[in-house]
């Protein structure tokens, strides 16, 4: 499984350098085969001798040039970053990122080779509207997105349940995530206030194939059990 740690504006370098080593430390001593990602955030980026996968959390569609704020390729390049997160909820609603946007970013990562984990999910109101709707506005965030790109996996993150403490139903987590399968067959992750207490749970549903975690990733332990739970559930 895939499980991932989305850091966000949090962790120094030096912090983030300590974290990916108690990360690695755990899974090497445990001899976990699970797929590991952690997304610093960009001033903590470097030059990472580690087994676990290290991605950006955004990256400007350009190799370098003349945009303020922004980091290309080459600042990805300088650490071997071969992975980046496209389309977060806090990027689509905070920083205003449009969908036209996010298929740029999409297309010139994917044209690299890029690991994309790319991520979808419903505001409130549109869950609140009702199944077809809450639906009809997911599909419209994978709108000009390769679903079939080989190095693609969704996030499914109901904006609402980001940061919240709120989750949907375990049932409706494996009812979406089975609809989304048959819009692309690439992995998804489940993402929106996974815990140490629920992340097992989430994991053992139909159709999950990892989780994306934030808040309660940032306590190295809780990720760590939480990459120990993902092994526990291959081997049974
Ligand atoms: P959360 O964030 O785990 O704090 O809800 C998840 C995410 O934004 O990826």
């Given at each position: 499984?895939?499980?991932?740690?989305?850091?966000?504006?949090?962790?120094?370098?030096?912090?983030?350098?300590?974290?990916?080593?108690?990360?690695?430390?755990?899974?090497?001593?445990?001899?976990?085969?699970?797929?590991?990602?952690?997304?610093?955030a960009m001033s903590?980026l470097?030059?990472?001798?580690?087994?676990?996968?290290?991605?950006a959390q955004?990256?400007?569609?350009?190799?370098?040039?003349?945009?303020?704020?922004?980091i290309?390729?080459?600042?990805?390049?300088?650490?071997?970053?071969?992975?980046?997160?496209?389309?977060?909820?806090?990027?689509?609603?905070?920083?205003?990122?449009?969908?036209?946007?996010?298929?740029?970013?999409?297309?010139?990562?994917?044209?690299?080779?890029?690991?994309?984990?790319?991520?979808?999910?419903?505001?409130?109101?549109?869950?609140?509207?009702?199944?077809?709707?809450?639906?009809?506005?997911?599909?419209?965030?994978?709108?000009?997105?390769?679903?079939?790109?080989?190095?693609?996996?969704?996030?499914?993150?109901?904006?609402?349940?980001?940061?919240?403490?709120?989750?949907?139903?375990?049932?409706?987590?494996?009812?979406?995530?089975?609809?989304?399968?048959?819009?692309?067959?690439?992995?998804?992750?489940?993402?929106?206030?996974?815990?140490?207490?629920?992340?097992?749970?989430?994991?053992?549903?139909?159709?999950?194939?990892?989780?994306?975690?934030?808040?309660?990733?940032?306590?190295?332990?809780?990720?760590?059990?939480?990459?120990?739970?993902?092994?526990?559930?291959?081997?049974?």
């Amino acid at each position: 499984m895939i499980i991932a740690a989305n850091l966000k504006t949090n962790l120094t370098r030096k912090e983030t350098n300590e974290y990916l080593k108690e990360i690695e430390s755990f899974v090497t001593s445990k001899n976990l085969t699970q797929e590991v990602l952690v997304f610093p955030a960009m001033s903590s980026l470097d030059h990472n001798d580690t087994s676990i996968i290290v991605g950006a959390q955004n990256a400007y569609a350009t190799r370098d040039g003349a945009f303020t704020g922004e980091i290309g390729l080459v600042h990805l390049e300088e650490f071997a970053i071969k992975t980046v997160l496209i389309g977060h909820s806090e990027r689509r609603h905070i920083l205003g990122e449009t969908q036209e946007e996010l298929v740029k970013k999409f297309n010139y990562y994917k044209e690299l080779g890029f690991k994309i984990v790319y991520c979808v999910g419903e505001p409130l109101d549109k869950r609140e509207a009702g199944k077809s709707e809450m639906m009809e506005y997911i599909t419209s965030q994978y709108a000009g997105i390769d679903t079939e790109y080989e190095n693609l996996i969704i996030a499914y993150e109901p904006v609402w349940a980001i940061g919240t403490g709120l989750t949907p139903s375990l049932e409706d987590i494996e009812d979406i995530h089975t609809a989304l399968k048959a819009k692309s067959t690439a992995p998804i992750l489940y993402g929106g206030s996974v815990k140490v207490t629920n992340a097992k749970e989430v994991l053992a549903l139909k159709n999950v194939d990892g989780i994306l975690v934030g808040s309660a990733a940032l306590y190295g332990e809780h990720f760590c059990s939480m990459i120990a739970f993902a092994q526990e559930l291959e081997v049974q």
